[in-house]
Every structure is written in structure tokens, then in C-alpha cells.
Antibody, heavy 115, light 107 residues
Framework: QVQLEQSGGGVVQPGGSLRLSCAAS????????INWVRQAPGKGLEWVAF????????NYADSVRGRFTISRDTSKNTVYLQVDSLRFEDTAVYYC????????WGQGTLVTVSS | EIVLTQSPATLSLSPGERATLSCWAS??????LNWYQQKPGQPPRLLIS???SRATGIPARFSGSGSGTDFTLTISSLEPEDFAVYYC?????????FGPGTKVDIK
């Protein structure tokens, strides 16, 4: 069964950090790039970051560049999003999705930035 | 950054009616456009890629058209499960961007 299982969200103070994980199963992980997309409460979708299947090419939204870092560990079939210097406006549900954005997406993980 | 605009913001229709959703890009994106459906509490679901190709398992009542800057998603006859929010997204260049969404609700 093709699956992306997410973990790592939570409540953090402004300026804090979290590491979000997206663990893949049921498909050949090394054949796919992975995206992160977020959705603030009651708002629309915002693409955040992408890592190519080789792990070398990475792209970021302007709103997170320099604060977020995407990486992948092929031994664990997992992609990470390290989110640093968090701001109130980073509060959102974060989803991971395969390159192409087809099924499946991860179930989403909530990051809440609050003092 | 390519800006996507969607119209209308809300579309109120009855089951069985035809829904026509529009998406405009601030510059030409060829056919590099996806459409998604999202229901509350769920991740988005890819409906259409490359402007007109239905994703796996998507019913034939969903169709996409357009190229360049003007795109359309058509639902030929609304089923009860189609009432949701629909987003377009461009994959022409980085950063990838989404439109603000069109909510299709029950009239």
C-alpha cells in the first residue's frame, strides 16, 4: 500500500524549531521527489519546498527560504522538513506529497506557533 | 512569481447541475496546471494534471481545458460528494503557486 506517514508537529514558541518527518512506504522512494505544502487555518494551500529524488536539487518558497531546510534519508525512506526561526504566520497544517502531487499525500501534521 | 486567480470565489449549485470553474495565470504557463479537490479535514486530491489529464481514479465527469493563461475545470453533473473547495496550481516554474480556491457549495 502506497503511503506517506507524517510526524513531528506540535506547539512551539516564536523563534523555535521543529523537525517534520514524512516516511514513505509501498513504492520505490528513490524514484520520487517530495514536496511539502502547508495550509494555515481556514486558508488556502501554499507550496513550501521540494527535494528532487537524488536529494541534490532543492527549491523553497520565498516565505521560508533561509529558515526551512528539506532533506531526505534514503536508508529510512524519509523526507524531513527542518523548520527554524518559526513565526506566528508559519502556523499551519503541513502536508507532504510525492512529485507530481498524485495520491497519496501525507495525512498532515499541525504546527502551531504560539507564545 | 506566477500569480493564479480563480473565479468565482464561491459557486452555489444543485446536484446534477454543471459547474464551471476558472483559473487565470499572470503569465503563460503552457499546460503546466493541476486541479485539486479538498474536503474539510482532508489533504487535497489531485483531479487533473497538465491542464486536461484526469488523474488515476478520477471520474469522467471532471474535465480540464485551457493553455497559456486561461484554464477551466468542468464538472459535468454535480454529485453530492463533489461539494468541496477546488484549487488550481501551476508547475511551470519555481516557486510553485496555488490559486486561492473556489468553493462549490449546495444551493
Amino acid at each position: 500500500q502506497v503511503q506517506l506517514e507524517q510526524s513531528g508537529g506540535g506547539v512551539v514558541q516564536p523563534g523555535g524549531s521543529l523537525r517534520l518527518s514524512c516516511a514513505a512506504s509501498g513504492f520505490i522512494f528513490n524514484n520520487y521527489g517530495i514536496n511539502w505544502v502547508r495550509q494555515a487555518p481556514g486558508k488556502g494551500l501554499e507550496w513550501v519546498a521540494f527535494i528532487r529524488k537524488d536529494g541534490i536539487d532543492k527549491n523553497y518558497a520565498d516565505s521560508v527560504r533561509g529558515r526551512f531546510t528539506i532533506s531526505r534519508d534514503t536508508s529510512k525512506n524519509t523526507v524531513y522538513l527542518q523548520v527554524d526561526s518559526l513565526r506566528f504566520e508559519d502556523t499551519a497544517v503541513y502536508y507532504c506529497a510525492r512529485e507530481g502531487f498524485g495520491e497519496p499525500w501525507g495525512q498532515g501534521t499541525l504546527v502551531t506557533v504560539s507564545s | 512569481e506566477i500569480v493564479l486567480t480563480q473565479s468565482p470565489a464561491t459557486l452555489s449549485l444543485s446536484p446534477g447541475e454543471r459547474a464551471t470553474l476558472s483559473c487565470w495565470a499572470s503569465q503563460s504557463i503552457s499546460n503546466s496546471l493541476n486541479w485539486y479537490q479538498q474536503k474539510p479535514g482532508q489533504p487535497p486530491r489531485l483531479l487533473i494534471s497538465d491542464a486536461s489529464s484526469r488523474a488515476t481514479g478520477i471520474p469522467a465527469r471532471f474535465s480540464g481545458s485551457g493553455s497559456g493563461t486561461d484554464f477551466t475545470l468542468t464538472i459535468s453533473s454535480l454529485e453530492p460528494e463533489d461539494f468541496a473547495v477546488y484549487y488550481c496550481q501551476q508547475r511551470y516554474n519555481w516557486p510553485l503557486t496555488f490559486g486561492p480556491g473556489t468553493k462549490v457549495d449546495i444551493k
